[in-house]
Structure formats: structure tokens, C-alpha cells
T-cell receptor, first 113, second 117 residues
Framework: GAGVSQTPSNKVTEKGKYVELRCDPISGHTALYWYRQSLGQGPEFLIYFQGTGAADDSGLPNDRFFAVRPEGSVSTLKIQRTERGDSAVYLC???????????FGPGTRLTVL | AQTVTQSQPEMSVQEAETVTLSCTYDTSESDYYLFWYKQPPSRQMILVIRQEAYKQQNATENRFSVNFQKAAKSFSLKISDSQLGDAAMYFCAYRSRDSNSGYALNFGKGTSLLVTP
């Protein structure tokens, strides 16, 4: 596709469940970023990949959050034992290289009941 | 850590008029980037304009321009000839140029822009 895609568009889950959110970056983009946007706030950085490795995971709030990018393309953000406070829009962005313009996807809206 | 402040939760402008959105930031760095992003209801963040801190000239992109005041740490966005399609949330963002600081964008809380006919 032409842009960054994210699936699902919306996800509703129950407290305590496990969820996976997927990001397909623009083809050829080596850098990939995850952000979390809570209601009424700007996006907050979670984690950044350069290729397959997590170059910066300083934004992950706790060990319930984990992300992978095994082949340097698609990335999955995994949240264990979800809490109501995890409800937010999770945005993914990609860029041609570290420090270059980040192109965003439409996000996944996660609702934890 | 750098902080970005947008003090206007909501702004309104009439079609064809001009509006200015405010942004201030706090940093001890001398070299960095500043951005304005637009987020329509579709949620997708769209880059509107970018300013490099070492450039004194204010960036412009068609109807969008910025007023970058480095000493005052101010970075406002001016939208001229406002159009109905400009209605959206606007976010100001900061990014360091120092690779040791990472490449994460640091966003403000946003300003909701309403455009009235």
C-alpha cells in the first residue's frame, strides 16, 4: 500500500485480556515508531525500531507492553493483562531512516472494558 | 526532557480569514526540529510544516507559515485564507537533532481548530 496501515482499526477487550496491534509500514522504511494517544492528549512515544531491533524502548510504560519487528517490516505491539487505563489510540509511524520525516498510520483505537 | 505547551485548547476562525495557533517549548538543546501536525477525525497525523532550529528564516508551505522565535522558545502557526478542510486538531511537536536523544517526537496537547462558513 501507499501508506502506513494499522489493524485492527478498533479493538474492544476486557480487563485482563491480551491484545496484539499490528503495523504495516511504508515499503522500504527502515525506522518504525509506536505512539500512544490518550483522550484529549497529544501522542506519547512508546518505542522505536531501526530494522529489527528496538533502538529505543524508553517510552514503554511498564513490562506489560512489548513490541517486536522480527523481519524489519511489520511490527506488533503486544499488551498483556490489559487495564482500563490502557484505553487509547495507538499510532504507528515509519520513516526512511532514523531522523527522517515520520509518516503516520490511522491508528488503532483500543478500548478496555 | 523537553516539554511542548499549547495553551489554546480550541480556536475558531471564519472561512477565508487568518488564524494563529500558539506553541511554546522548553529545551536546553541548541539544535532541534519543530513541527506542526494536523489530525483530522480520521486520526491520521499529517505533517503541515517543519522548522529547523538552526535556520533563521521562517518556514512556509502555501497558506501555512510559522513564526519561530528561538530565544523566546516560541513556534506559532499561521493559517491564511482558512478553508473548511483546515478544521482539525493541530499538534506542535519537538524533536532533537542529537541522535543520542533518540528520534521520538514530543507533542503538545493540541489545539482544536473550528472553521465556520
Amino acid at each position: 500500500g501507499a501508506g502506513v496501515s494499522q489493524t485492527p482499526s478498533n479493538k474492544v477487550t476486557e480487563k485482563g485480556k491480551y491484545v496484539e496491534l499490528r503495523c504495516d509500514p511504508i515499503s522500504g522504511h527502515t525506522a518504525l515508531y509506536w505512539y500512544r494517544q490518550s483522550l484529549g492528549q497529544g501522542p506519547e512515544f512508546l518505542i522505536y525500531f531501526q530494522g529489527t531491533g528496538a533502538a529505543d524502548d524508553s517510552g514503554l510504560p511498564n513490562d506489560r507492553f512489548f513490541a517486536v519487528r522480527p523481519e524489519g517490516s511489520v511490527s506488533t505491539l503486544k499488551i498483556q493483562r490489559t487495564e482500563r487505563g490502557d484505553s487509547a489510540v495507538y499510532l504507528c509511524a515509519s520513516s526512511t531512516g532514523s531522523g527522517n520525516e515520520q509518516f503516520f498510520g490511522p491508528g488503532t483505537r483500543l478500548t478496555v472494558l | 526532557a523537553q516539554t511542548v505547551t499549547q495553551s489554546q485548547p480550541e480556536m475558531s476562525v471564519q472561512e477565508a480569514e487568518t488564524v494563529t495557533l500558539s506553541c511554546t517549548y522548553d529545551t536546553s538543546e541548541s539544535d532541534y526540529y519543530l513541527f506542526w501536525y494536523k489530525q483530522p477525525p480520521s486520526r491520521q497525523m499529517i505533517l503541515v510544516i517543519r522548522q529547523e532550529a538552526y535556520k533563521q528564516q521562517n518556514a512556509t508551505e502555501n497558506r501555512f507559515s510559522v513564526n519561530f522565535q528561538k530565544a523566546a522558545k516560541s513556534f506559532s502557526l499561521k493559517i491564511s485564507d482558512s478553508q473548511l478542510g483546515d478544521a482539525a486538531m493541530y499538534f506542535c511537536a519537538y524533536r532533537s537533532r542529537d541522535s543520542n536523544s533518540g528520534y521520538a517526537l514530543n507533542f503538545g496537547k493540541g489545539t482544536s481548530l473550528l472553521v465556520t462558513p
